[in-house]
């Protein structure tokens, strides 16, 4: 069985701090990891994804996250956040099953 | 390159109708993916498509079905709707069935209401 963990429903931040979301995984094969971000009334749009090789992943709109096998983790970071980055994140894997298992969304709210 | 479209955006039925949905992919993706998003649920996998075949289903009922005609294009349809069908249901694309370095892109989903 594969599940992925997202802690915190609601994270705030204020506009230009650290953004740290938090994924934890479990997959009985090597997983390969995904970000989405989803804004209001519209689909999940790809941030990054990480499959083999560097463990450090560099994204879209300044966002990276990094492979920790070791603390089976996949937490999505950036440096400074923007009040655009407000929209509801989602962390996925795909392990031995063939399609996509979902965490259960974290919302981000980018305070002024 | 054009994206992953939906079709309606917004549907409104009452309870025991049925509904078709429709989802075009990425020009040259084979695979069309369905899944169901729900506030208590979240995101939930219904079926997967390649090459008219279907390859993989979740965990639904089978009131939930789907077909993939030649051209990747797919539907999918709900008969005897229940309140608890309403939901976002979403599409995604991608260029090989579950290949392990595949990459899925979403539609803009389809907002089913039931009364």
């Known amino acids: 069985a594969q599940s992925v963990t997202q802690l915190g429903s609601h994270v705030s931040v204020s506009e230009g701090a650290l953004v740290l979301l938090r994924c934890n995984y479990s997959?009985?094969?090597?997983?390969?990891l995904f970000w989405y971000v989803q804004y209001p009334n519209q689909g999940l749009q790809l941030l990054l994804k990480?499959?083999?090789?560097?463990?450090l992943v560099k994204g879209i709109n300044g966002f990276e996250a990094e492979f920790k096998k070791s603390e089976t983790s996949f937490h999505l970071t950036k440096p400074s956040a923007h009040m655009s980055d407000a929209a509801e994140y989602f962390c996925?894997?795909?392990?031995?099953?063939?399609?996509?298992?979902f965490g259960s969304g974290t919302q981000l709210t980018v305070l002024p | 390159k054009a994206g992953v479209t939906q079709t309606p955006r917004y549907l409104i039925k009452t309870r025991g109708q049925q509904v078709t949905l429709s989802c075009s992919p990425i020009?040259?993706?084979?695979?069309v993916s369905w899944y169901q998003q729900t506030p208590g649920q979240g995101l939930q996998f219904l079926f997967e498509?390649?090459?008219?075949?279907?390859?993989n289903k979740g965990n639904f009922p089978g009131r939930f079905s789907g077909r993939q005609f030649s051209n990747s294009r797919s539907e999918m349809n709900v008969s005897t709707l229940e309140l608890g069908d309403s939901a976002l249901y979403l599409c995604?694309?991608?260029?090989?069935?579950?290949?392990?370095?595949?990459?899925?892109?979403f539609g803009p989903g389809t907002r089913l209401t039931v009364l």
């Open positions: 498509y390649f090459s008219e075949t279907q390859r």
């Open positions: 990480y499959t083999t090789g560097a463990t």
């Open positions: 020009s040259g993706h084979r695979s």
């Open positions: 996925a894997l795909k392990g031995s099953a063939r399609q996509l298992t």
């Open positions: 995604a694309s991608s260029s090989l069935p579950g290949g392990d370095t595949d990459t899925q892109y």
């Open positions: 997959s009985s094969v090597p997983p390969y």
